[in-house]
DNA sequence: CTCCGTGCAAATAGTTTGCAACCAA
DNA sequence: TTGGTTGCAAACTATTTGCACGGAG
């Protein structure tokens, strides 16, 4: 762990007022340690956290996840109902889902291009655009 | 049950070369007995079969949706990663989510404009495109 | 008669929670 | 010190599966 994603790690944490703990703070370097914008499950981060010698037991993964999740540090997307992934970038934006891995990506914001959006119920205005394109291999 | 409605039954039966039973034809005609387009969840079907009278075990209720599945009777909508939706209506179309109420409707596919797509990288295609619009109530 | 379909209970997968020990402020 | 955090195991929810019985062709 390089100072600089030490140091980015903090910062994050701080901004949301969390308490920088080992677990925290080795979970926040590997989410943001290196200022990319990444995706990952809840056994994803765990297996991680193992890998760079980090002992995190799962269930603080999950809560520390939910903790990220409830202080804006990251969004919670909704693909394949049998895991959650969470995603480090915080705005509105289209992601690839890779059918046969489960693997999830960042889509071109800018390619997506929406010139009209289905009107709200009366009562109700739009809180969240989730589109996940699906993506099979080409035949 | 209507004559008609059990006639439509049976005949989305026989386009995909399911048996006629008893609870297939019951979960059916809840279905799409009227030939109107519906969202429901295997709890929430199971409780309407019981409503109306008819005896059909939750485990069948499962496997009965995921035989409808597998048949393109109907497709799985994932929104909310604690329960699986499934719609009677087979072509890509956007989604209204009530986020209070966990309820999933029909947005107008005609409303939704999309002028332009992310690429696929390389050797992929799009299999499938889900646009969930997430509503709040309005403040 | 032969298999597919059904129901029950048990198994499973992902996630959350209760509670005692622990640690950052 | 003290209240937030962690880890373990147990609880939970949604769903699937094994297996014996029952019904459709």
Same mark, same amino acid.
């Given at each position: ?5 030490? %140091?980015?790690?903090?910062n994050?944490?701080? $901004? ?6 080992? $677990? ?11 200022? $990319? ?8 981060? *765990?297996?991680?956290? *193992?890998?760079?010698?980090? @002992?995190?037991?799962?269930?603080? !993964? ?12 990251v $969004?919670?997307?909704? !693909?394949?109902g ?12 289209? *992601?690839? *889902? ?9 889509? %071109? ?15 109700? %205005? !739009?809180?969240?655009?989730? /589109? /996940?394109?699906?993506?099979? @291999?080409?035949?």
């Amino acid at each position: 762990m390089t100072p600089e994603a030490l %140091e980015r790690s903090r910062n994050w944490l701080a $901004q949301a007022d969390l308490r920088p703990t080992r $677990q925290r703070l080795s979970l926040a370097t590997l989410l943001v340690g290196d200022g $990319q914008d990444r995706h990952v499950t809840a056994e994803g981060l *765990h297996a991680a956290s *193992h890998r760079v010698g980090d @002992k995190v037991s799962l269930a603080t !993964v999950y809560n520390t996840l939910r903790a990220f999740c409830d202080a804006g540090l990251v $969004q919670e997307i909704t !693909v394949d109902g049998t895991r959650s992934y969470f995603d480090t970038r915080m705005d509105d934006h289209p *992601h690839f *889902h890779f059918e046969e891995t489960g693997e999830l990506i960042d889509a %071109e914001a800018a390619q997506l291009k929406i010139a009209g959006l289905p009107t709200p119920p009366d009562g109700y %205005e !739009v809180a969240k655009l989730d /589109v /996940v394109i699906r993506l099979r @291999k080409t035949s």
